[in-house]
């Protein structure tokens, strides 16, 4: 399958983990990190988007595919785009996928692995232009 079915170039991608203090949050960011070093799209800090430091928020703005990986149904990190004036166009959580969420923080390769692949099925699926409604910035 090719990385960029929907026709976007790694740098329109831009995917932001929870990194929650989880198994779950871990996993999350370990795909994201996964996702970036295969080529897939560009791991972002969410953290800049939730504290509203203007440049990262012009930067996110050039995406056209935003994707939110949370660990759990809580979804911090689709919540956290969406409160910055984000679209989330993609949102993969890992709890949805089998994974049971625990505290012991372990990061199994192959829960990565099945997290990256969800991310990766959801970028090849037809989906609408990213918006970046941001206000500020
Ligand atoms: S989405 Fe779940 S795992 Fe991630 S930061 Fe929020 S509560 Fe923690």
Excluded: W
């Amino acid at each position: 399958m090719s990385l960029n079915e929907c026709g976007c170039s790694p740098a329109e991608i831009l995917i932001f983990p929870c990194s929650g203090g989880s198994n779950v949050g871990q996993i999350a960011n370990a795909a994201a990190v996964k996702l970036t070093l295969d080529g897939v799209g560009k791991m972002f800090c969410l953290a800049g988007l939730g504290g509203h430091i203007e440049s990262m928020i012009a930067s996110a703005k050039a995406a056209r595919r935003v994707v939110a990986v949370d660990g759990c149904g809580v979804a911090c990190a689709r919540e956290t785009l969406q409160h910055a004036g984000f679209e989330v166009t993609d949102h993969v959580v890992v709890t949805e996928l089998g994974i049971q969420k625990q505290y012991d923080l372990t990061v199994p390769e192959a829960e990565v692995e099945k997290v990256a692949k969800r991310v990766r099925e959801s970028l090849g699926a037809i989906a609408p232009t990213v918006r970046a409604i941001a206000a500020m910035g």
